[in-house]
Structures are given as C-alpha cells and as structure tokens.
C-alpha cells in the first residue's frame, strides 16, 4: 500500500472532541457580538496579491515572507488571507457599505501565514475578527475593549494583560523613524543581524526584538511618545481616562509598534503569560488611514483579531468539563433485524421531532457491542427495541452510568426522557 497523504505542516485537523470548544467559544463570541451591535460579514479566502501589499505594507515579516502567493490559471498574481482586516475593508468599499455610514462587523474564519510552526503558531489558524468603520473618537476604541473583557468574563478566561500604545498619525511616524534610524546608526556594533536588515526597512520593528543582547539598545531608543501629534496625544490621554472610568485596566507598552502598518493612532495587545511565546490572544488597533488607501472614503476605523487556537488552548489549560451539545443524550439499540431496525429508525425520528438528540444504533451487531457503542456515544439512557418490545408496545431504558433498566410503555416514554435528561 502506498505511504499516505499527510497534512499540510502547520495546519491542524480539527477534530470533534475540540470542536466542542471552538463552539463553545464562537457562540459566545456571536452573542456578545451581537450584544454590541456587529454583524457578520464573510469575504473571500482568496484576494488579489496587491490589497495586501498596500495594505499590510511590503516590508512588513507578512508581506515579504509569509503569504501563500501563487498564480492563477490567468497569470493573476492571488493570496490566500494572511489576515481579514484588508479583505473587510476592500469587501466594504466594494459593496457602498462604509462611506457616510457606521458599520459594525465581525467575521470569523481561517488566515493562512507561513511562519514557523510551533506551539501556538500555525500555518493555518482562525480568527474572530471586528472592524468598526466611521468612529474616530475614543469613545469606539473603549467600547472594543469593552467589548473583548465580557467576552473573556464570558468565557471564563482570566490573567490576560492589556497592553496599549498610540503610534500617531503616519507624519508623527515618520518622523519618529527618521530619529530612530540616526540612533540605531550610531550604535550599528551592538545590533543583531536581524535588526541591522530591518534598520532601514522597518526600523519600528527593531524595537519588536525579543534578542536578550538588543535589550540594552533597546532601552535607550528614542520614544514614539515624544513624537506624537498633539491630536494622537489628546486622543490617547482620553481613552486612558475612559478606560479608567469602565474600569479596564492596561498597562502602556511603549514598544508595542504591531506588525502590520496600517495602524494609525491606538494599537493594543491582549497578551498571557501561559502560552509560552505566542503571547498575544487578540490584538488590534486604529487604522484610520487605511480605507482610504485601499480607494474608499476617507473613513475612520478600527478592530481586533482573536487567534482562535490559542484562546482554544487557554482554556483547555484552565479545564473543566464541557458540556456537549453535539452529543446524543439518548442512544436507540435494536434487538433483531429489519422489522425491528425500522421500528427503531421510527422511534428515533418521534423523539427528534420532540427535540430530544437521539443515536440509532446502525450496522447490527450483538446487543452487548451496541450497549458499549452507547456508552462511548456520550448518551445517557439507551433504548432497546426487540421484538417483546414492539409486540407490547414498550421499549427497555437502561440508564448507562448505573445499569438499571426498567420496561417503559410508549405513552409514557416522552415523560420519562423528560424527567430524566433535563
Ligand atoms: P495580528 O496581530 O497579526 O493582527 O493577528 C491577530 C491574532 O491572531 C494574534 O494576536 C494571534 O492571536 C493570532 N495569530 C496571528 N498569527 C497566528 C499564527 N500564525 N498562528 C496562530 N495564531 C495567530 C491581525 O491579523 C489584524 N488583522 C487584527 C486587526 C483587526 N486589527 C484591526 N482589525
């Protein structure tokens, strides 16, 4: 036989035991989203290379390493979404939905990056992502954080730490980077290889440097803070009162530049210390520039992303029992052949009908194999049908956790499930 297929590195089989969590996680998401006011809004996996290169910024680790670029069968240069913001914004300019409106828009799905796979970093992995367009106060950027602390409360997910920075409008950046590039050229012996290639490239993104022996040029590097705008300044002092009022805590990262550069005005991170060194379960940010890059409107705006796999390991690690909506609760084993399997087969459809999730049992098999199949189906009673059964109008129940089991008439089965299920 021949070696079988294997995975694509980095990208996982989700399989049903975790699933049982993601959907717990995204039904949460859904209601405290739609508690705020967001809806759904799905985009393509695929889009034309050039959105992200505008978007994300062609020196950017995205842009220059991590997109899964390929051609088309037309010569169309395509990428798989490394990210949903541009994808959002490029379907909302599209569609006439952002200009002269308020939009509140959430999506979920796979993004796609090559990066090094390791615990916490895939090559395919998922994101709820939020994006509110046409809010330039700091109002909106307090209400997003809002929004993300009920749905941690909502999840149960706690010792996350919120990290915040303003990185000004794109002239304060620019300026910044002029004065940072003339200090990290005086100290050019004491940078790492890395750094030395993002000097002139991205220089922000030295500052990202997680090298030990970077950390004492690091610390004497021009602030960003001392180059903002006085309307980012403003901007940013008001939103620290705001999320003091809403009783958010934060701490300001100074460094926190983000890897993607759109970013205009607030960026933040919610990062966790349990994860190793994939810190960062949601971040985002203002992007107050980017729907007019992309050919819209000059619109305001701003989101976060949350990386599904790591909220998803978060908590597992915190574990507790979960219950399971998609497994049976009633298990239907059929004693005998076809007479008896369509009596089944009909019993299980009149309990569905009266909402209860019902198994029936398929495939034959002694009683003794289908019992142990009920069992590990996760049901609580099982059925039995057999011939005496039909013949008296009764069905066995064998609660599978004990072994009791007791004969009950099929008027009587509805209440009983009821009683004993709720
Ligand atoms: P990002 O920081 O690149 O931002 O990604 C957001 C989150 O996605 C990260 O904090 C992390 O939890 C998760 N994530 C990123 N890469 C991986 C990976 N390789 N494996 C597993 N999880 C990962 C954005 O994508 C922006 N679009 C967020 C945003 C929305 N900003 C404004 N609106």
């Not at 010792?159 to 915040?164: N, R, Y």
């Not at 903002?228 to 701490?251: P, R």
Request: hydrophobic residues 40%.
């Amino acid at each position: 036989m021949s070696k079988h297929i294997q995975a694509i590195r980095g990208m996982n089989d989700l399989l049903p035991d975790d699933l049982v969590w993601w959907q717990r996680i995204e039904e949460q998401a859904r209601s405290v989203l739609h508690a705020y006011g967001y809806r759904e809004i799905r985009f393509p996996v695929l889009e034309k290379t050039d959105l992200y290169r505008r978007s994300i910024g062609e020196v950017t680790d995205i842009v220059e390493k991590e997109m899964y670029t390929f051609e088309d069968r037309n010569g169309e240069s395509l990428t798989l979404r490394p990210e949903g913001t541009a994808g959002c914004v490029r379907a909302g300019i599209e569609n006439g939905i952002l200009h002269n409106q308020v939009q509140r828009l959430w999506y979920l799905g796979p993004m796609f990056r090559h990066e090094r796979p390791q615990k916490g970093r895939y090559r395919q992995f998922h994101q709820i992502g939020v994006e509110a367009f046409g809010m330039a106060t700091p109002d909106l950027d307090t209400e997003l954080l809002l929004l993300c602390q009920r749905l941690w409360r909502a999840l149960g997910v706690d010792g996350l730490t919120l990290e915040l920075n303003s990185l000004g409008t794109s002239q304060a950046r620019a300026a910044y980077r002029e004065a940072l590039v003339a200090y990290l050229q005086g100290r050019l012996d004491e940078l790492d290889e890395d750094s030395r290639q993002r000097l002139h490239k991205n220089p922000l993104r030295v500052l990202d440097s997680k090298n030990p022996a970077m950390q004492p040029v690091i610390g004497d590097a021009p602030k960003l803070t001392a180059y903002l705008d006085d309307v980012s300044l403003e901007h940013f002092a008001t939103l620290g009162k705001m999320l003091a009022q809403a009783g958010i805590k934060f701490v300001h990262n100074p460094r926190l530049v983000r890897g993607l550069d759109y970013y205009t005005r607030t960026v933040f991170e919610w990062t966790t210390d349990r994860l190793g060194a994939q810190s960062a379960v949601c971040a985002g940010g203002r992007y107050d520039g980017l729907v007019s890059m992309l050919g819209g409107q000059d619109t305001a705006a701003a989101g976060f992303a949350i990386g599904l796999e790591r909220l998803v390991e978060l908590l597992q690690q915190k574990g507790g029992a979960i219950e399971a909506a998609s497994r049976p609760q009633v298990y239907v084993a059929i004693a005998g052949e076809t007479e008896e399997a369509t009596q089944g087969l009909a019993l299980a459809e009149t309990l569905r009908e009266e909402g209860f999730r019902v198994e029936c049992h398929c495939g034959g098999g002694s009683l003794k194999s289908q019992l142990k199949r009920a069992d590990r189906s996760g049901a609580k009673l099982a059925i039995l049908i057999g011939r005496d059964e039909i013949a008296r109008g009764e069905v066995g129940v064998k609660v599978l956790a004990s072994g009791a089991q007791e004969q009950i008439g099929r008027g009587e089965l509805t209440a009983y499930l009821r009683s004993r299920l709720v």
